[in-house]
């Protein structure tokens, strides 16, 4: 396609822009507000993206598309018969092409969805370090080994991930993964530094990648082997990026005057300027090294090893068009005028507008060739790996254990297992694998590398209840402390079915706090659909000495309103063995259906599982086998104790704080008739069920109830609910509004603070005193809210 690429270039310029432009100016406005698209944005890639994909990529690289250049990408694939006019048509509007590139929004091939800024690049290092792992296991196979590939704004290199994905990278001996970096120096609020170039070379330098700098185009090259070719190499390097922006956007003519000015007198480089039209002066001075395709292909070409690569190509943002180098560009748009002069420009007849080969002057030898390009040979490149059988997990204890001990108890009991489940289970966490109970897991399993390294503790013979080696053949990648990596790694394992065609069943672990500190990437992760458990563990005030940083508030929150993931804090040993069980499934289920009209949950297209956790033992209540428990647990809640038909108080409760429910509850039997408890399991799946149910009513089908309704309908109207959770109250707070019953929410709104469970739980009243004590306000007659929030 070598020949062709300038054309294909140019075609996929104004089909992007047209598209943008038609979105703004031309598709009838429902809301009268500016539809956007960057345009500019999109033209800066261009001939980055042409090189790209159609002369260097093979069908086992991905490529992770800078957001705003969405719609290059888009066009590409509309050139190739992979999207549909309909849908460019509709750009940004409903059902039709994303704003940004997604795996589960859009038709087209989208290897990895981008959005947030940062996370679309750093994901691309975690994904080959999946590559790698598949790819060191008996199972792997032998696909080839693809380019893991982010095309980068240079203003998202602000992002701080980046910088922490680097540094996993050096340390995981990163390879087969490339980073092109949109040097436009313009961000959506002015001109990038002078000098960051410098600042970025170094930084990649020191973890140890290459750094190619795509500086000038081949007219600009050619252009400095002329006599006073060099004065004019030397203007362009000490040239302010402010000013050559404005002097690009000024057009032809003022470069003539400004380069005179400054050049002029010097005899040689006069008559290099002079040769040139206004035309050709500013196609020269514009023929940075990323706006020239045929330079960038022959950079990428170049490349011919597995290292890391950084390719720093020079660009300017909105080139080719009406709007370069403008300050203002980066959310600016062609208006009307400008667009018909650009049309003439670009050869493009009326009419014609959405002709994927209107200027080609015999599109069916044209599209013969474009059919041989690489990269599309195979057709699309998303893989479907089979379903794993998972086995049974069980786990009952007599005695007192925390939920966190029978996580590491679960998963230690898998590791003994000769199958092919557990040979697929890989984990990770951000140095926390010793105290969020993965240690067993590891002693077994061991840690990845590509290299074998010794454990030198054990053989200098000091004991040590870790045994960490590391070995091609682990099943533990171990990071660093930052938990937006972790999210990303799960991100790149929890696609590997899809993006390489083995599936795994990724569980990663981390101090329930620090959730937040991850969740834009764990929000990213679940857009893109992928598939993974994580545990969030130690949770709540009940890590008690450890103090307010490390105790969570929110998480609960966070379970219930992140999309894509199911979310459970059970209290108990067996209720954490069903879920992981039914979890484990959960993650590779794949399937459209209808809600399940027991929940109205749509459980039946999958997606992850987050599970908050906890240090404290609790006392076990021995073996339950019966079924009504066990989908109890799965669907969010169960009756621990049944309340008769004359119940006056319900106490529900989530997690760890079970002991305390219990123990108030015998204590309120002691003086009124009835008293259930309800183990909520996950209120995520309640409420989700709830709503849906409630759309289907509002849908006309007036029968549909989900678990909660079910459960709660028998209560009394003027039954109390007493809500308790060791997290925020507002968890459990709507279950009120289920069935209109009076309810008093006991949980965390405020930091913790050190102190023993015992004394945290009193402050915070989540103790069993508390719970009487708000039942006892029943008897003493006073009015109570019909929800109000205590702690």
Not at 551 to 567: E, F, R, T, V
Request: aromatic share 8%; glycine share 10%; charged share 25%.
């Amino acid at each position: 396609m070598s020949a062709h690429l300038k054309t294909i270039e140019q075609r996929l310029l104004w089909l992007s822009h047209w598209m943008i432009h038609n979105a703004n100016h031309i598709r009838p406005k429902a809301d009268g507000i500016k539809v956007g698209g960057h345009q500019a944005s999109s033209a800066s890639m261009v001939s980055i993206m042409t090189a790209l994909y159609f002369q260097s990529l093979r069908p086992e690289d991905r490529v992770a598309v800078k957001p705003h250049a969405s719609p290059i990408f888009h066009a590409i694939q509309y050139l190739m018969g992979n999207q549909t006019r309909e849908r460019m048509e509709n750009f940004r509007g409903y059902g039709g092409v994303q704003s940004y590139p997604s795996r589960t929004k859009d038709i087209d091939d989208v290897d990895f969805s981008t959005g947030s800024v940062g996370l679309g690049v750093a994901v691309t290092s975690f994904a080959s370090i999946v590559q790698d792992y598949i790819q060191a296991k008996s199972w792997g196979g032998d696909q080839k080994m693809g380019r893991m590939i982010a095309l980068v704004g240079d203003a998202e290199l602000d992002e701080g991930n980046i910088y922490e994905a680097l540094q996993e990278g050096w340390k995981n001996d990163l390879r087969n993964c490339w980073w092109i970096i949109d040097y436009n120096r313009q961000s959506l609020d002015g001109v990038v530094r002078e000098g960051l170039f410098k600042r970025i070379e170094q930084i990649f330098d020191a973890f140890g990648w290459d750094v190619v700098r795509v500086k000038y185009g081949h007219l600009q090259r050619a252009a400095f082997e002329e006599i006073g070719g060099d004065k004019l190499r030397q203007w362009i390097d000490d040239c302010p990026n402010q000013l050559y922006s404005a002097l690009t956007f000024m057009g032809g003519a003022i470069w003539r005057e400004r380069l005179m000015d400054a050049l002029g007198d010097q005899g040689d480089v006069t008559a290099l300027i002079e040769r040139r039209t206004d035309v050709e002066l500013a196609e020269l001075m514009e023929n940075l090294g990323g706006n020239c395709v045929q330079t960038m292909a022959d950079t990428f070409a170049a490349i011919d090893h597995d290292r890391p690569v950084c390719f720093l190509a020079y660009t300017i943002k909105g080139w080719g068009t009406p709007i370069a180098g403008h300050k203002d560009n980066h959310g600016g748009l062609m208006n009307k005028t400008q667009m018909g002069d650009w049309q003439d420009h670009m050869g493009v007849p009326q009419g014609q507008e959405w002709d994927k080969f209107a200027t080609i002057a015999d599109p069916t030898a044209f599209e013969i060739e474009l059919k041989k390009t690489p990269f599309f040979t195979k057709g699309p490149r998303r893989f479907i790996d089979d379903v794993i059988d998972v086995p049974k997990i069980e786990l009952t204890s007599d005695r007192e254990i925390s939920t966190q001990m029978a996580f590491g108890k679960i998963l230690d009991s898998l590791s003994k297992c000769d199958n092919k489940f557990a040979e697929r289970i890989v984990t990770t966490s951000p140095d926390v694998t010793g105290t969020t109970n993965l240690g067993p897991w590891v002693n077994r399993r061991k840690l990845f590398a590509r290299d074998h390294q010794e454990d030198t503790f054990k053989n200098e013979n000091i004991p040590s209840t870790a045994k960490w080696e590391f070995t091609p053949e682990g099943q533990h990648i171990e990071l660093g402390i930052a938990e937006m990596n972790l999210f990303l790694l799960l991100a790149a394992a929890g696609l590997s079915h899809s993006v390489f065609g083995k599936r795994l069943i990724p569980i990663g672990t981390v101090y329930d706090p620090f959730v937040s500190r991850g969740l834009d990437a764990l929000n990213y992760a679940c857009y893109q659909d992928a598939r993974f458990m994580i545990v969030g563990t130690p949770s709540g005030v009940t890590l008690s000495y450890e103090g307010g940083a490390h105790q969570s508030i929110a998480s609960p929150l966070i379970g219930m309103s992140q999309d894509g993931l199911a979310a459970f804090e059970p209290a108990f040993a067996d209720e954490l063995a069903v879920i992981m069980e039914w979890s484990f499934n959960h993650l590779q289920k794949d399937g459209e259906s209808d809600p399940d009209e027991r929940t109205w949950l749509r459980d039946e297209t999958g997606g992850s599982v987050y599970l908050r956790l906890t240090t404290n033992p609790i006392e076990q209540p021995g073996k339950r086998v019966d079924d009504a428990f066990k989908q109890g647990a799965i669907d969010g809640a169960y009756w621990l104790r049944e309340p008769g038909p004359n119940c006056e108080v319900v106490i529900a409760y989530q997690g760890a704080v079970a002991p305390e429910a219990i123990k108030a509850a015998g204590t309120i039997g002691e003086g009124r008739r009835d008293v259930g408890v309800l183990a909520v399991t996950s209120a995520d799946r309640l409420n989700a069920g709830w709503t849906a149910a409630q759309r289907a009513r509002t849908n006309g089908n007036k029968a549909a109830a989900s678990h909660i309704e079910t459960i709660l309908q028998g209560l009394p109207r003027n039954c109390v609910l007493i809500t308790v959770i060791d997290g925020h109250p507002a968890t459990l707070s709507w279950m009120g509004g289920v069935w209109g019953h009076k309810t008093i929410s006991h949980g965390v709104e405020h930091f913790g603070q050190t102190g023993s469970i015992a004394d945290l739980y009193r402050h915070f009243r989540l103790d069993a005193d508390a719970l009487v004590s708000s039942a006892s306000e029943l008897s003493l007659g006073r009015q109570i809210p019909h929800i109000r929030s205590v702690g």
